[in-house]
């Protein structure tokens, strides 16, 4: 009987997916019933084995079997019957446990009374999400409403060359949606990074926290295109809309906005007024001047060098040439220089390249005051170039409320605010652009980096290896940050392997010097210092800051700040939550400085 109620219990725990602790149960009820079943079949059936052998294999067969002695006290059958009645009654109850949600199981619903006193603690959604990735099952998929991602197109022409043109016209789609206030749209890095793949629509709307996903293909010969499109639910799985379009290609761009405005439409989503003006602001109606574009935003997207730089500008410089107002092609080409000026190492030189920026961000906005990517290369420029922080935040108000679902907008007045000093502006910045790119390594460093700053290192370290693992190359400008959350925590050994993956940048040598000092290896230390002082002269000064600082060399910490300030070193933007900085904080002159820096007073 025993051995008859535990194979039917193991096979119903195998179907309905129990956990193996219901079953132990089973086992433990029957091993403390046997000595009573025992004892009955002896009290009953002593002296006629032949016979009491085959009524077990009766009972066996059928439990319920009447018995002639039934009612007798001592009769062994029944007790048999009592314990796999109650051995299966366990079985029974489990199965009740796993679909009823009684301790709160993966099919239980999260709001029952029962499960209460058993729920886990609040999450937040980053949290959720990472557990969604890890376990898909665990729950309903409910994306945000009205959320979409625009998948890139595919290039149907037969030439690799034209990939660019699918790509663009896909990332003008995706920026035409964004500028709708109803729409969460997923950004372009996350979208793109399915490109190639054949992966199914709901597993990318998982991964993009999306409802519904727009995909299609392109194929153009000569000046003739053809595009097709279609809109998917991908919670249900139906096609919501699909249409195809011929057109002569100077009509590409009317192609754009009746797409993205017919999208809108079935996505039951409110439309901004005058939506088709709108999804066009800061564009073009040359056709050559938007190929010359589209092939400078395949390279902004590609890994920043000093060469792709440079290939880019000329591109937008083309772009501007064929249609002298195409406010876009300024906007990212003001970025592109901005960016440039990493590279340059005369001063003067880096003036000229921040005026040059400077000038194109002014002119897109004259162009088209409502483009939120201008605003915010103007915030940069204003903010990295000519230390002018007013002007900056006021642009960055005027960015995120024209581009409120522009990842690269939302990162960028992450970090300003988050260098400022205000994490409580910062954070929930940074944290949405990672709900609208989660699989965008630079939104995801970004949290990490300001999370750092607000001093909250655990989580720091999680989002920065995060990161790093949506893009390994992204080590050598991120291993530094790892290192110093390591040794805030007191993980000295921990930060010393971070910062040692990167020896050849110079963050990393500071991080080694004062890294290296608490670990006792101080001629180690010294060697960092000397081989910052070796390569950057006077313009590290703001870094040998840092490390006096750290070792306790105060009087000389607070000399290297002055001549930081001096010298309107661009590392003083850093002060008010650079931790490596914090054995000065008391000290007059230290304060002094730090109320000129965040008064706007360092200007080029």
Known sequence: MSWLTLEIGHTLFLVFDLPHGGLQFVFVLLAVGFPFALLGAWQGWFGAAARAHAHAHAHAESPAAPDKHEGHPHEGPWLAVIFGTVALFAVAVAIGVRFYGMGGGHGGSSHGS????????????????????????????????????VLPFVNMSGDPQQEYFSDGLSEELLNALARVKQLQVA???????????????????????????????VRKAGNRVRITAQLVNAVT????????????????????????????????????????????????QNPAALDEYLQGVKLANATITEENLRVEIAAYTKAIDLDSRYAKAYAARSVALSNLSRFLD???????????????????????????????????????????????????????????????????????????GRAAEAIPLAEHAVRLDPLNARSVRMLGLVLLDARRFDESIS?????????????????????????????????????????????????????????????????????????????GAY????????????????????????????????????????????????????????AGHLRR
């Open 346 to 420: 005369d001063e003067a030189r880096v003036r000229e390249t921040f005026d040059r920026s400077r000038a194109d961000t002014e002119t897109a906005l004259k162009l088209a005051p409502d483009l939120g990517a201008a605003r915010r290369a103007l915030a940069a420029i204003l903010y990295l170039g000519f230390f002018d922080y007013a002007a900056a935040e006021a642009e960055y108000s005027r960015a995120l409320a024209l581009a409120p679902g522009d990842a690269g907008v939302l990162r960028s007045a992450a970090s300003f605010f988050s260098v400022r």
């Open 237 to 284: 799985g139906f096609h919501l809309w699909s249409q195809t379009y011929d057109r002569d290609l100077e009509d590409v761009f009317a192609i754009q906005t009746e797409i993205a405005t017919t999208v809108t439409g079935a996505l039951q989503a409110t439309l901004l007024e005058n939506t088709p003006a709108m999804a066009d602001v800061g564009g073009t």
């Open 463 to 539: 989002m920065l290896n995060r990161a790093l693992s949506l893009d390994p190359g992204l080590l050598q400008v991120t291993s530094t940050s790892l290192g110093l959350a390591h040794m805030w925590l007191g993980d000295n050994e921990a930060a010393r392997t971070a910062c040692e993956k990167s020896q050849e940048d110079w963050p990393s040598k500071i991080c080694l010097a004062v890294v290296y000092h608490r670990l006792g290896r101080k001629p180690q230390a010294e060697a960092m210092l000397r081989a910052l002082t070796d390569t950057m002269g006077d313009s």
């Open 114 to 149: 029962h499960g209460a006193a058993h729920a886990s603690p609040p999450q937040s959604a980053e949290s959720a999400n990472l557990q969604e990735s890890a376990h898909p099952v665990a729950a309903a998929f409910a994306p945000p409403a009205h959320s979409i991602a």
């Open 543 to 598: 870094q040998y800051a840092q490390i006096h600082a750290q070792w306790g060399n105060t009087s000389k910490a607070l000399e290297w700040l002055e001549t930081a300030y001096r010298l309107h070193d661009p590392g003083l933007f850093e002060m008010k939550p650079d931790a490596l900085l914090d054995p000065l904080r008391h000290e007059p002159r230290f304060q002094e400085i730090e109320r000129e820096v965040l």
């Open 187 to 217: 950004a372009r890095t996350s979208s793109f990074s399915f490109k190639g793949e054949r992966q199914d629509i709901e597993e990318i709307a998982r991964k993009l926290n999306v409802g519904a996903v727009l995909e299609g293909s």
